[in-house]
């Protein structure tokens, strides 16, 4: 008897671990399928795209998932980049530091809960420390909760085609929920340096004192082979990661690497990539195809892109429409009436669109060229008019949205970088606005500051005119006219040329924006 009992017992304890053994395999399994679903790997992706036409150069599982670690800092300076041209920050506003920020992990500045931290050494905290706990700093200023701000990171990407990254925080820490893709990168890489050419020099940033410390910069290819930026970024579940972007004799591209062992072999590989695609990169001005769309937000933490730098048109219809004013939100409207600008002293005089967060898709349209449009105009894909051929701004619309070929045996897919179309480009040679026929060359690689497009030659001197009426230091440029042919019909451009430098250029353009007159500089 006591024989049998212990056959039992036995027989007992080998089914419990059977049982034991079953359901840990099965928990196991299920982990693995849940990683597996979620497919982001730690493994390499890269891309070299020319900034100056968008065409891809170089991939290599560009259009697949990966954890973009402290990359997430970017698109966090581009929305605290948003907030200072619009006014509602200066680079001396004070950064309220909570209790969540000051307990973020290292990598940090050491912020103490309580305290107060500048904007400006917030942003070199970033770019150069890459600083977690800053970075909460700036989401939960700008937004109220860190999440909050991860979901306008996210709808920001959304709006400037970056259709597979989402946002969780503001630092770029763990957070299985937060991922992008090379190609998604690439399009911030440009679009920060084309929205915010004035602060992309923030990511030239060598070292950054705050206190009794200083703090060098991670990226050790600053300043290599024309390297100005951008950011790096790791952690365990991504690798090594950099966005970095290379100008150097009137060229520029930006390099993504992703999913690196070591920090050694992400800046070997990418600075390999750099040397080998910036002489096969663009000499000249940036493309139409290469414009990325300016996202102007700004509710409930939800960007909605309007024309914003993207289309340089200052002959609108009387009654301008309103899905070129900013968005926001009606409480965001009383906060910015509240403030007073340094530019004006009657705020409410300031025309704002007041929607709802529900009123605004995220990705309207099933392709690059309706994203676009819309991100351009606000208007859906749906509701576009039809430009007839005789309408120069619906026309110069539709020529700076392509975003790539049109050809039907071309797909748009989700994620993809499309390279550009050939189009018809007049290298240089313009009619001269100042005297009949007269040729007038643009210097290679110099800054020109474009005012808008007309149907006719006698349109684009008029834009040229009321231009200089608005701000009479452009009278002391070269004013000139561009041609340019779409569709068979020759359209010109009114532009100024005789900038020292991109900063001279920038400056006078934002001071014709002030007063009501889109432009857009680019380089010649």
């Not at 970056?162 to 503001?170: D, E, F, G, V, W």
């Not at 915010?196 to 200083?214: A, E, I, L, N, V």
Request: charged residues 15%; aromatic residues 8%.
């Amino acid at each position: 008897m006591p024989t049998l009992l212990r056959i039992a017992s036995a027989r007992i304890l080998f089914a419990r671990f059977v049982l034991a053994f079953f359901v840990a395999a099965t928990t196991a399994a299920a982990i693995t399928a849940s990683a597996s679903a979620q497919n982001v790997p730690r493994a390499y992706a890269g891309i070299a795209v020319d900034a100056k036409t968008g065409q891809v150069l170089y991939q290599d599982s560009a259009n697949e998932l990966r954890y973009p670690a402290s990359l997430t800092k970017v698109m966090t300076l581009y929305i605290l980049f948003q907030e200072l041209e619009a006014g509602r920050l200066r680079l001396d506003s004070k950064l309220s530091v909570s209790a969540h920020a000051a307990a973020a992990v290292p990598t940090k500045l050491y912020v103490r809960s309580g305290s107060t931290i500048k904007v400006e050494d917030a942003i070199k905290a970033l770019v150069t420390l890459s600083a977690n706990d800053v970075a909460r700093v700036i989401g939960e200023n700008i937004s109220g909760t860190e999440s909050k701000f991860a979901e306008r990171m996210t709808q920001t990407a959304r709006a400037l085609g970056m259709s597979r990254t989402t946002y969780k925080n503001a630092s770029g820490l763990p957070d299985s929920g937060q991922v992008t893709t090379a190609a998604d990168q690439a399009t911030l890489a440009r679009a920060i340096y084309l929205h915010f050419p004035h602060y992309y020099d923030y990511f030239q940033t060598r070292s950054f004192t705050y206190g009794s410390k200083t703090y060098g910069n991670h990226n050790a290819l600053l300043g290599q082979n024309g390297v100005d930026g951008i950011k790096t970024g790791y952690i365990n579940a991504s690798g090594y990661n950099l966005m970095t972007a290379a100008r150097a004799n009137n060229r520029h591209i930006v390099v993504i690497g992703l999913g690196f062992n070591t920090g050694a072999s992400r800046n070997a590989r990418v600075a390999e990539l750099v040397r080998e695609y910036l002489p096969d990169a663009r000499q000249g001005d940036y493309w139409r195809e290469a414009m990325i769309p300016r996202p102007t937000l700004l509710g409930n933490g939800i960007a909605v892109a309007s024309a914003g730098a993207a289309v340089p048109l200052n002959r609108l219809p009387p009654a301008r429409p309103v899905s070129l004013l900013p968005v926001i939100t009606e409480e965001q409207a009383m906060q910015v009436a509240a403030l007073s600008s340094p530019e004006s002293t009657e705020p409410e005089t300031i025309p704002f669109q007041v929607v709802s967060a529900e009123d605004i898709p995220s990705r309207p349209g099933e392709s690059a060229l309706d994203q676009a449009t819309y991100v351009a105009t606000g208007v859906m894909p749906s509701e576009q008019p039809v430009y007839p051929a005789n309408d120069p701004i619906g026309a110069w619309i539709a020529e700076t949205m392509k975003l790539g070929p049109t050809s039907s045996d071309v797909t748009a897919q989700p994620g993809a970088l499309v390279p550009p179309a050939p189009i018809a480009r007049p290298e240089g040679l313009a009619v001269d606005a100042m005297s009949t026929n007269a040729a007038a060359t643009v210097p290679a690689g110099g800054w020109v500051v474009q005012v808008g497009a007309a149907d006719s030659e006698d349109g684009a001197n008029q834009m040229i005119s009321e231009a200089t009426r608005t701000y009479d230091q452009l009278a002391n440029l070269r004013s000139y006219v561009e041609t340019f042919e779409r569709n068979g019909v020759t359209y010109y451009r009114a532009r100024f040329a005789g900038f020292a430098d991109r900063t001279q250029a920038r400056t006078t353009c934002d001071a014709l924006a002030a007063a009501s007159i889109n432009c857009l500089t680019v380089q010649g």
